[in-house]
């Protein structure tokens, strides 16, 4: 018996040197088979033990587990080699040239710079505790002027060119977001802290003006507020906006909502407000009106002037995304060309 | 308004201040300074010179060679000067005006060295016609003896001047005049007015005119609060306006015409008064009448351009009851001031504010008068411009005879007063130290005088001129703009109250924006304007109910005319832009308001139930109100459209590859996806639907709804709009989208409910089934689905995916054969073998009993 397990064992030699030497999954699995398979030579051997007498079993089943770990670990080293050899095989040749244009099943699209500068507005504004709102674009000549204090046949109203409509009396397209800020009141009451976008409207079109263009609107209202809480929001916000050092001017103005109404100016950035082309020589970006909210307008809605007071502001958010992305032609913004549209990301968050 | 620099000094002390100082300080009081621009008549070195020797040109008769003598503008030495001059008048002693060489006079006359005769000349001594001073050429101009050798002639005649241009707001009418922004620069710079001599005082009447004043009747209707006229006659035609007059005018932005008219518009400056002169013999009777007109009554204006009166404008007559003026916005050209005029008479009036506003938009007039009259004219200066006018035409007319002064005041009215708190002040404006002085100085200064004072509250009358002054918080800006913004503080506002809950519509269109983005579309915003032809290029004819579009009565442009119903179009006309351009293949999406008019729903009844739905009242996150209120309904939407190629050929594919539904509804159903709305339905057109929706492909196009509710509709544009819009790409068009935002809402918000209830993540294995089955063609996939899911076995099917799609001929006509890959799970255990091929045997027998379905 001893002498069968040699001769296994010399045979599996040989043919294992012989298949190592032309290494082929085939001879390999044939190899396996012949000494491992079912009717292999280590299962004749195995049977043979049967016949094996008692004393002797221990010791030859010793040598016959001793080829199997052996014929076993040969094979499993063989399989591994062939294995490397296959894997080498597959990565020779030359590298791919990384250069080709990448296969996209969809490329990305783009969202429009005054939609990213309006997310990043109301971002920073949801921090500081502002609920955002929006209102009708067509809405009653009430909610556009006449609650805003803009009395009828008053010389204000030519400050806006209105756009009217055929068959419905004292219905205009909005010329403001200010309406919102009605609106806001009288469904949400006070004290409130609101801010709006939308898209406005003025019969005015040249190359600084389109008869539609976007706002955004900011009111506070509450027991106490001041001009020096207009003077902070504002400055807070533009510089979360544009950066710290930033710096703001109030110049007194008119609009018939507010009173004390105000022009608001940031310090041109481009010449630091030693004046330049940019700004005309002023030093100066005029960026949109502000003031307290008038209490005509308070009393419009029904809301106590004496215990109250607020402020509002009003920016338009075409001027802000043209500055944050230094573009030079408003009339951009809406031409949909694809090549400018391009030039914006997919996501809000750049 | 523009201002003068030196008629702004002539009025008020400005020693102190530099030109930038008071710019700065015009637009730090909410004057805010436009433009400052330099208005010289002369530049380089024109002087005061002496002649000291006169003597006659060697070469010509009249002309003389002068030695002149000045001082150097800058070191101040003696300089002399050899001139050839032609002037009579040129002789030793006199003082003149030098221009040397490098100077520039008017009408850009450069002065060089030149040989006159075979003289050279270094300069020229000038005549006042040549300095730009006045008409007069009649030699050279002759200086006060005392004028001051070497003092630049600009200087001493105010040549060089500034024009500052003010954009004033409409509520400060005030300062339409040259002295109410002087007041308000004297508040803001703590200076003061130069005292000036009454008007009044300045009018010589030495004997008793025997000159009867005007007659002045005043209709109660009419809105004319005062009326004051006088006569003045033998004004002399050889008369001429004053050169301070000319050139103030000149850098005020307007004419000279003529003397009479200029001396008007010059107080009109002076004062913010508007007034007019009128020609008096074509004043009959020298008699003012002011009423309304009739109706259709006629009126050639001074421009020449008749117009047709209604009722409500207020007009002047004379004592034969024909117009004259057209009371606050102009004078008629029949009594208009000529240059022969020598009898006048002048009208300084108050109109009511309101009334001329509506007379000068009617008329589409605006001029320097009715611009005032709007914004409030105070009747306070009404006396002072009147003497002013009279005192400039006695200055050029010396013998002119006045008659006394006529007038009509309507019932006085008691100035109004407004109380003023400290405290209130200081909490509204954040000026928590500003002391009660400092309100009182300031306001005091703007012209308002205080009555009463009882502890922090002061009692205040507040000046006709400022009519826009109406309660407290006028007075508090007054103080805090004058006090000045940059003194106010920086706070940050306390929040004192939860944050208001926030409309879902925000952040879900906002969220929208982004999965649109990420799905390969670029953002749009247009104008959302459209017109009649947009809708024939959509095969929407006149009885279709969208043909009703909400039209505007001022549009910019024809093809601007309406407010869009529809929101895809204007993608349309980006991607027309675009191909214009070059550029193919572009995928845009919009999302904004379609417009809709509330009174078309209710003739909606007999259409489909899709059709109301287009305009149903979904639209109610901005159009709550909007039926009450009789405005149009608005529609928040979603619009994508797609050019054709979808993708050019690229190097691992060799042809283009195009959109169809197929890739679309893929898109869609990612979109509705990533925004959690519930599983979409997509229904084809009927006949009638595809009427209501002529402008999609009737076959490629659908419906789409989520459960129920209708979503919008999506699919390829009508071949023939296609071809209208000229946006076919070799024979394929482009495909649309659009749906209604807040429908999806109201799904995203339905579905949500659903989705708490079954969060169940599979723990045990699937097991997995094809299946291959021949059917009839008109077997949709859908009803397969549906039987499929709702098979009466046991519903351990989970999920359905169709893996092929064949016809052929080998399946015999009217046949296709599908596959699909079913998968089997329980999440309670694993299944066996067993039990899945009796579920397979189930299914299959219901797809047979239900579909006539065959195994293949």
Redesign the interface.
């Given at each position: 018996m001893i002498e069968k397990i040699e001769s296994v064992k010399l045979e599996f030699l040989k043919q294992s040197v012989d298949c190592q030497k032309d290494l082929q999954a085939s001879t390999l699995e044939n190899l396996r088979l012949n000494f491992l398979g079912k009717k292999g030579k280590l299962t004749e051997l195995s049977e043979l033990m049967k016949t094996i007498e008692k004393e002797q079993r221990p010791l030859i089943g010793k040598s016959l587990n001793e080829l199997r770990i052996l014929i076993e670990g040969e094979i499993e080293k063989l399989k591994t080699a062939l294995n490397d050899r296959e894997l080498s095989k597959s990565i020779s040749g030359k590298a791919l040239d990384f250069s080709l244009p990448g296969k996209r099943s969809t490329s990305l699209g783009s969202l429009h710079p005054v939609s990213l500068v309006r997310y990043k507005l109301s971002e920073i504004f949801k921090r500081m505790g502002f609920t955002i709102y929006e209102g009708p674009e067509v809405d009653l000549d009430f909610y556009n002027f006449g609650a805003l204090n803009f009395a009828d046949h008053h010389p204000a109203r030519d400050m806006q060119d209105t756009f009217f409509l055929k068959s419905y009396p004292n219905t205009v397209l909005r010329t403001h977001t200010s309406n919102i800020e009605i609106h806001a009141m009288l469904n949400q009451g006070v004290p409130i802290r609101a801010l709006a976008f939308g898209r406005t409207y003025r019969c005015d079109s040249d190359l600084t003006h389109t008869p539609m263009f976007h706002q955004m609107e900011c009111l506070v209202v509450d027991e106490g507020i001041s001009f020096a809480h207009l003077k902070g929001q504002i400055q807070s916000f533009l510089e979360e906006l544009y950066g710290k050092g930033i710096k703001t001017r109030f110049r007194p103005s008119y609009f018939p909502f507010v009173e004390p109404g105000a022009e608001v100016d940031l310090q041109c950035a481009h010449c630091q407000g030693e004046g330049c082309r940019i700004c005309k020589n002023t030093g100066w970006i005029e960026i949109g009106g502000c003031g307290l909210t008038h209490p005509n307008v308070f009393e419009a809605v029904g809301v106590n002037s004496e215990i109250y007071s607020g402020f509002a502001f009003g920016f338009g958010l075409d001027r802000m995304a043209m500055n944050m992305y230094q573009l030079p032609d408003l009339r951009q913004l809406f031409s949909g060309d694809a090549d400018f549209l391009k030039l914006f990301p997919a996501s809000f968050n750049e | 308004m523009i201002l003068s620099w030196n008629w702004l000094n002539e009025i008020i002390d400005l020693k102190k201040f530099s030109l930038e100082d008071v710019c700065k300080a015009l637009?730090?009081?909410?004057l805010?300074v436009e433009a400052c621009e330099a208005k010289s008549k002369i530049t380089g070195p024109v002087i005061v010179a002496k002649i000291l020797e006169c003597q006659k040109h060697p070469n010509a008769d009249q002309l003389k060679l002068c030695k002149v003598e000045s001082t150097h503008v800058t070191t101040g030495e003696a300089q002399t000067f050899n001139i050839v001059c032609g002037a009579p008048n040129a002789r030793p002693g006199i003082k003149v005006a030098l221009a040397c060489i490098g100077a520039v006079l008017p009408e850009d006359f450069k002065i060089k060295a030149s040989k006159i005769r075979g003289e050279s000349s270094e300069g020229m001594l000038c005549s006042a016609k040549e300095l730009g001073i006045s008409a007069e050429d009649e030699g050279i101009l002759e200086l006060q003896e005392n004028a001051t050798l070497g003092k630049s002639i600009a200087d001493l005649f105010g040549l060089n001047d500034y024009a500052i241009t003010l954009n004033i707001?409409?509520?400060?009418g005030d300062c339409l005049s040259m002295i109410g922004v002087a007041r308000d620069l004297c508040a803001k710079l703590n200076t003061h007015f130069k005292s000036s001599s009454d008007p009044k005082k300045n009018i010589h009447t030495t004997t008793l005119p025997d000159l009867d004043k005007p007659k002045i009747s005043v209709d109660e209707q009419a809105g004319c609060s005062d009326f004051y006229s006088v006569r003045i006659k033998n004004i002399p035609s050889t008369i001429q306006t004053p050169s301070f007059i000319q050139n103030r005018l000149e850098v005020s932005g307007m004419r000279s015409v003529s003397p009479l008219v200029d001396i008007s518009n010059y107080v009109m400056l002076e004062t913010g008064h508007p007034n007019h002169i009128y020609d008096a013999k074509e004043v009959y009777g020298s008699e003012f009448k002011i009423r309304l007109a009739q109706d259709r009554e006629k009126f050639v204006l001074l421009d020449g351009k008749e117009i047709e009166l209604q009722k409500q404008d207020t007009v002047i007559c004379d004592g034969r009851n024909s117009i004259v003026a057209l009371a606050g916005v102009m004078g008629g050209l029949n009594s208009e001031v000529k240059e022969d005029t020598q009898d006048i008479l002048v009208e300084v009036a108050g109109f009511d504010?309101?009334c001329i506003?509506?007379t000068a938009k009617k008329f589409g007039i605006k001029t320097e008068s009715s611009y005032r009259f709007?914004?409030g004219v105070s009747r306070d200066s009404i006396q002072n411009a009147l003497h002013k006018i009279i005192g400039y035409v006695q200055q050029l007319a010396p013998e002119c005879v006045i008659s006394p002064i006529a007038f009509f005041n309507a019932s006085t009215i008691s100035p109004k007063t407004i109380a003023l708190r400290l405290d209130r002040l200081r909490?509204?404006?954040?000026l928590d130290l500003i002391s009660e002085e400092t309100c009182t100085n300031i306001l005091n200064s703007l012209g308002f005088k205080k009555l009463d004072q009882k502890q922090e509250r002061s009692l205040w009358e507040i000046p006709n001129f400022r009519p826009d002054i109406e309660?407290e918080?006028?007075l508090?800006?007054e103080v805090?703009?004058i006090y000045g913004?940059?003194k106010?503080?920086?706070?940050?506002?306390p929040?004192?109250?939860a944050?208001?809950?926030?409309?879902p519509?925000?952040s879900f269109s906002?969220n929208l924006?982004?999965v649109?983005?990420?799905?390969?579309?670029?953002?749009?915003?247009?104008?959302?304007?459209s017109s009649r032809d947009d809708l024939n290029r959509l095969n929407i004819g006149e009885h279709h109910p969208l043909s009703h579009q909400?039209?505007?009565?001022?549009?910019?442009a024809e093809s601007?005319s309406s407010?869009q119903n529809l929101l895809f179009p204007?993608?349309l006309?980006?991607?027309q832009?675009?191909r214009n351009?070059g550029?193919f293949g572009?995928?845009?999406?919009e999302v904004?308001?379609c417009?809709l008019n509330p009174i078309l729903k209710e003739s909606l009844t007999n259409v489909s139930i899709e059709f109301q739905s287009y305009f149903s009242s979904q639209a109610r996150?901005?159009?709550e109100k909007?039926h009450n209120?009789?405005?149009?309904l608005?529609k928040l939407s979603l619009a994508m459209v797609i050019d054709q190629p979808w993708e050019d050929k690229?190097?691992?594919q060799q042809s283009p590859v195009l959109a169809d539904w197929f890739l679309i509804k893929g898109i869609c159903e990612n979109l509705s996806h990533s925004l959690g709305i519930g599983t979409l339905s997509f229904q084809a057109l009927t006949e009638s639907t595809q009427k209501l929706f002529p402008f999609l492909h009737p076959l490629k196009s659908c419906l789409v709804y989520s459960e129920k509710t209708w979503i919008g509709f999506m699919g390829e544009l009508h071949p023939k709009a296609s071809q209208a819009w000229d946006l076919n790409y070799k024979k394929s068009v482009p495909l649309i989208v659009q749906w209604d935002v807040e429908a999806m809402l109201e799904s995203r918000l339905q579905t949500r409910k659903k989705e708490k209830a079954k969060i169940v993540v599979e723990k045990f294995p699937v097991s997995r089934r094809d299946l291959s089955i021949v059917v009839s063609e008109n077997v949709t996939n859908q009803n397969i689905l549906d039987t499929l899911i709702n098979n009466p076995s046991k519903r351990n099917l989970k999920k359905v995916e169709l893996f092929d799609l064949f016809t052929g001929e080998s399946l015999g006509t009217g046949k296709k054969s599908l596959a699909y890959a079913l998968e089997f799970h329980s999440n309670k255990r694993t299944l066996t073998d067993k039990e899945v091929d009796l579920e397979m045997q189930i299914i299959v027998e219901t797809l047979k009993k239900n579909l006539g379905a065959e195994l293949r």
């Open positions: - | 637009t730090d009081s909410g805010e707001t409409p509520n400060r504010a309101v506003r509506k709007e914004r909490k509204i404006s954040g309660r918080i006028d508090i800006e805090t703009r913004f940059d106010i503080p920086y706070q940050y506002a929040m004192t109250k944050p208001h809950p926030e409309n519509i925000i906002e924006r982004a649109c983005a990420t799905l390969g579309f670029r953002e749009c915003i247009s104008f959302p304007f909400v039209a505007l009565a001022n549009p910019l601007e407010l204007s993608l006309k980006a991607l832009f675009n351009h550029i572009t995928k845009l999406f904004g308001r417009f996150y901005f159009s909007a209120e009789n405005r149009p608005e690229q190097w691992y």
